[in-house]
């Protein structure tokens, strides 16, 4: 990537991405096993390649790693919102 960001914008990246998430409280054993078959059936040839077709960028990556990727964004975008004095109406 250039020094401009993902939107073409130095310092700016608007991406849009998809997850798959469980009920809190999901056993670790079933949340493992959901990780390991959906990284498997993204590494699938036809899978991979209508993707890629679609213009995305498959990240399988581990449920640790996707918690983070929300913490991070959440704290990302929650600065957004506050310093351009965003609100809620009614």
């Given amino acids: 990537m250039s020094d ?5 914008f130095r310092g700016f990246d608007a991406s849009a991405w998809f997850g798959l998430m469980a ?3 999901t056993p670790p054993a079933i949340i493992d096993k ?9 590494a699938a040839g036809e899978v991979r390649k209508r993707l ?8 399988a990556n581990t449920p640790a790693e996707f918690a983070n990727v929300i913490t991070s964004e959440t704290a990302q975008w929650a600065k957004v919102i506050k310093d351009a004095g ?5």
């Fill in 52 to 59: 890629d077709e679609l213009g995305m960028e498959v990240i």
């Fill in 23 to 25: 009920p809190a409280g």
């Fill in 86 to 90: 965003i609100k809620i109406s009614e």
């Fill in 4 to 8: 401009k960001g993902r939107a073409g």
């Fill in 34 to 42: 959901l990780s390991r078959e959906t990284a498997r059936v993204l």
